[in-house]
Each structure stands twice: as structure tokens, then as C-alpha cells.
């Protein structure tokens, strides 16, 4: 039982689009489509970005989408803004009743 | 306005104990699961404990069991979290977060702002 795998930092530029990856095994992504993503600016709490693995929450922009193959989720950012700089953090069910959801170790976006 | 408000932190020895509460308005609290998630200074996000709407389930994460305990109060739209026999590895932002499945997102929500825990002596 351990955390998600997800890239330490990603960067693009505005306007472009990127992609962060986030690994589980076949007890927590691979077997449940609760997957979701929050994104945390500097000394905020998270907020939630995606849900079930690809749906967005009202009021969230559909420049931000997910998806999943196998035992790996990805959260995907299309044109790049500023705001867009914060941290993100992947989580999954994972079922167990002292392992019942399991986060990501998170990945620093940086907008050059 | 849907809103949860943490309280109750603050700084305790290595063996003391604290209780966070966790303050809910603008939804009906008592049909909604709740969790506690946590963050160490400079490090992600960890789960912590979950209830059920009714209080009647209730899990924790390896590393508090049998030292923390979750309870709720639906009449007082309340959630807390007893913190026993503390280290300094729990020192953490604690976080208490709304589990939106009787809404339709199976996911954390809402999330309260924090409240900081730190063990020291």
C-alpha cells in the first residue's frame, strides 16, 4: 500500500497543453473509476478538479480533462494560463478500510 | 453558501492530545459521508479518516489507528477528530473534507481551509 506515482513538476508554456500522470496498481486505479484531481495554490486548500476520471465539477473549466488506462490516470491542461501554477494531486479509491483512499505525491506546474 | 470550518488546533508536546472540530453549513450535513485528510509541512496529501453519514462506519488510515478517533454530530452539523498519544510525524495542516457522493461526485468536494497541528516540545 503506497501512494500514486506522479511527476515531481511538469512546465509548459501559455497556451499550451500538458499532461500529468499518476500511477496506481490494480487495487485502487486499476479497479475503480473513482479517480479524481484537485489542484492547490500556495497556502490554500485543495479544490476539486475531476471526479470519476474524467467528469468536472460545475464551474470548472473544460480546458481541464482526465482520463485513464490500466493502473494510470492523466489529468490534461489545454491553453496554459497562469493561473493554471499550483500543485496537483491525483487520488484514487482504494477499498481498503485502513487504506480506503490513496493520493498522489503531487506535481508542481510551473507556466513559463 | 456550502462551507466547512476547522478549529481546534494548535501546538501540543509529543504525547498530548488535541480535538479538531470541523463546522458544516450550507448543505444537509447528515447525508454526506465525511473524511479528514492531512498534509505535512511541504509534503502531499494524506487520508486520514473516514464516516459514514450515520456515524455507524468508520475506517483510519494505518498510521492513527487506535491513537485517533472520528465521531460526528448530524444535530449539530459537526465533525471531529480526537487526536491521542500525538508525534511529531502528525504534525500536519488537518483538512476535513466532504465526500460528495450523495450529490453525485464520488470525491472530496469540499474541503474546510485547515487547521495546523504541530507536535513539539
Known amino acids: ?112 | 453558501e456550502v462551507q466547512l470550518v476547522e478549529s481546534g488546533g494548535g501546538l501540543v508536546q509529543p504525547g498530548g492530545s488535541l480535538r479538531l472540530s470541523c463546522a458544516a453549513s450550507g448543505f444537509t450535513f447528515s447525508s454526506y459521508e465525511m473524511n479528514w485528510v492531512r498534509q505535512a509541512p511541504g509534503k502531499g496529501l494524506e487520508w486520514v479518516s473516514y464516516i459514514s453519514s450515520s456515524g455507524s462506519t468508520i475506517y483510519y488510515a494505518d498510521s492513527v489507528k487506535g491513537r485517533f478517533t472520528i465521531s460526528r454530530d448530524n444535530a449539530k452539523n459537526s465533525l471531529y477528530l480526537q487526536m491521542n498519544s500525538l508525534r511529531a510525524e502528525d504534525t500536519a495542516v488537518y483538512y476535513c473534507a466532504r465526500d460528495g457522493a450523495a450529490a453525485g461526485d464520488d470525491a472530496f468536494d469540499i474541503w474546510g481551509q485547515g487547521t495546523m497541528v504541530t507536535v513539539s516540545s
Open chain 1, 1 to 112: 500500500q503506497s501512494a500514486l506515482t506522479q511527476p515531481a513538476s511538469v512546465s509548459g508554456s501559455p497556451g499550451q497543453s500538458i499532461t500529468i500522470s499518476c500511477t496506481g496498481t490494480s487495487s485502487d486505479v486499476g479497479s475503480y473509476n473513482l479517480v479524481s484531481w484537485y489542484q492547490q495554490h500556495p497556502g490554500k486548500a485543495p479544490k476539486l478538479m475531476i471526479y470519476e476520471v474524467s467528469k468536472r465539477p460545475s464551474g470548472v473549466s473544460n480546458r481541464f480533462s482526465g482520463s485513464k488506462s490500466g493502473n494510470t490516470a492523466s489529468l490534461t491542461i489545454s491553453g496554459l494560463q497562469a493561473e493554471d501554477e499550483a500543485d496537483y494531486y491525483c487520488c484514487s479509491y482504494a477499498g481498503s478500510s485502513t487504506f480506503l483512499w490513496v493520493f498522489g505525491g503531487g506535481t508542481k506546474l510551473t507556466v513559463l
